[in-house]
């Protein structure tokens, strides 16, 4: 095995030891995510991302969200995602498998934008939580690619013309 991949792998491995029991007990007082994270991670799932964001206090009111991302070996990923303040919502949301990934840090992929289905509310309209949770997914790709990949490319066509002598 390569040595850097063989260091990065144990690095992770390293990392999700640390995290796990932080993680364990930061969930603690949010019942939903904790119970399909123990359900998932019992399934053979395993934890590749966490995310936890929080609104700092405006007339009162706060806002966070953890969002777990978990995979198993045959390459099916989930989001977990629990908000809880202003709207209190939990989510499981099937991601693009790794293998169908254009690349690893993004999650969706174009069938599962186009195929997407949102519930509908009793008296019309789709539920706002859950298509406000797609788009930030979304975001989070588009941000990657336009401040990743878009970068990455550009750097590497100014490598190019130097290396060409333009």
């Known amino acids: ?9 144990k690095s992770f491995q390293e ?8 993680l364990l007990e930061l969930i603690q007082v949010f019942p939903q995510l904790k119970e399909a994270y123990r359900l ?3 399934d053979g799932y395993t934890l590749t991302n966490i995310h936890i964001s929080s609104l700092v206090p405006v007339h009162d009111l706060t806002y966070t969200t953890i969002e777990l991302i978990i995979e198993i070996q045959l390459g099916e990923t989930i989001l977990l995602r629990y908000t ?3 709207v209190h919502s939990f989510i499981i949301e ?8 254009i690349h ?3 999650l969706l992929n174009k069938e599962l934008i186009h195929n997407k289905d949102f519930r509908k509310k009793f008296f019309g309209g789709y539920d706002e939580d859950e298509v406000n949770h797609f ?7 588009y ?14 066509k100014e490598d190019i013309k130097k290396l060409r002598g333009h």
């Open 1 to 9: 095995m390569n040595p850097l991949l063989l260091m990065a792998s």
């Open 143 to 156: 941000k990657f690619v336009e401040e990743g990949l878009i970068k990455e490319n550009n750097m590497l």
């Open 94 to 101: 099937p991601l693009s498998s790794t293998k169908d990934r």
């Open 40 to 42: 998932k991670i019992s």
């Open 135 to 141: 788009l930030d997914i979304i975001i989070k790709d």
């Open 104 to 106: 690893p840090n993004i």
């Open 84 to 86: 809880e303040g202003i």
């Open 15 to 22: 990392w999700r030891k640390l995290m796990h029991p932080k």
